[in-house]
């Protein structure tokens, strides 16, 4: 899995900082280092909305479509995927869970369908079946690529729910790798972020 982020509203902070201003008119306590102090104050009084101003764009790829049928779901969010139309995938890459990669049976099971699956969809290539109509043999182990944006209020709702120990594994991976180049670029805004790195979970400090 490779997490990329493309695009960040730049000075987040300071932005944030100036349209919560207008809220409370106090644009003369506004200086070169106040925007920390203004931004935990919103998030402490939960006054989240102002986070709505800044975005940030992530480019991830090498996940499967398991993944992104979970990730499409927060609505909020614009998406661009890999077509599956347009894209040939007779020599799709795939994902495969740590719990049947360890299970030697469940392996084996495993890629022998994946083989049979680029088979069949090799077959209906050479019977004139375009990709679109072709692609209805692909399981959801099919390598995929999405680009997705949110505001920065969005990306605390999604990294706190997928970064919980119930979030499926592969999301969950994701939302931690999100975090990580987060608390680089705003660091103030997810700061009450904290990543376990043995159980690979995410929780609110």
């Given at each position: 899995m490779e997490v990329e982020l493309l695009f960040i509203t730049p000075d987040a902070e300071?932005?944030?900082?100036?349209?919560?201003?207008?809220s409370y008119l106090?644009?003369?306590?506004?200086?070169?280092?106040?925007?920390e102090a203004f931004v935990r104050m919103l998030i402490k009084r939960n006054h989240l909305s102002v986070l709505e101003h800044a975005y940030a764009?992530?480019?991830?790829?090498?996940?499967?479509?398991?993944?992104?049928?979970?990730?499409?779901?927060h609505r909020i969010c614009s998406f661009t995927q890999q077509s599956q139309r347009y894209v040939d995938e007779s020599r799709f890459n795939y994902v495969e869970?740590?719990?049947?990669?360890?299970?030697?049976?469940?392996?084996?099971?495993?890629?022998?369908?994946?083989?049979?699956?680029?088979?069949?969809?090799?077959?209906?290539?050479e019977l004139g079946i375009k990709n679109e109509d072709a692609r209805f043999v692909l399981p959801n182990a099919v390598?995929?690529?999405?680009?997705?944006t949110?505001?920065?209020?969005?990306?605390?709702?999604?990294?706190?729910?997928?970064?919980k120990p119930e979030a499926q594994w592969e999301i969950r991976e994701a939302a931690i790798k999100?975090?990580?180049e987060l608390q680089k670029h705003v660091p103030t805004v997810f700061e009450d972020f904290e990543i376990d790195e043995r159980s690979r979970t995410i929780s609110r400090g």
């Amino acid at each position: 899995m490779e997490v990329e982020l493309l695009f960040i509203t730049p000075d987040a902070e300071k932005l944030i900082e100036a349209a919560g201003r207008t809220s409370y008119l106090s644009f003369e306590k506004s200086s070169e280092d106040s925007a920390e102090a203004f931004v935990r104050m919103l998030i402490k009084r939960n006054h989240l909305s102002v986070l709505e101003h800044a975005y940030a764009t992530f480019r991830i790829s090498g996940i499967s479509r398991s993944f992104t049928h979970q990730l499409v779901r927060h609505r909020i969010c614009s998406f661009t995927q890999q077509s599956q139309r347009y894209v040939d995938e007779s020599r799709f890459n795939y994902v495969e869970p740590e719990t049947i990669r360890s299970n030697p049976k469940a392996h084996s099971t495993f890629v022998n369908f994946l083989n049979e699956a680029k088979k069949t969809y090799s077959k209906l290539q050479e019977l004139g079946i375009k990709n679109e109509d072709a692609r209805f043999v692909l399981p959801n182990a099919v390598q995929s690529q999405i680009v997705v944006t949110a505001n920065l209020r969005e990306w605390r709702h999604i990294i706190e729910l997928r970064g919980k120990p119930e979030a499926q594994w592969e999301i969950r991976e994701a939302a931690i790798k999100m975090l990580k180049e987060l608390q680089k670029h705003v660091p103030t805004v997810f700061e009450d972020f904290e990543i376990d790195e043995r159980s690979r979970t995410i929780s609110r400090g």
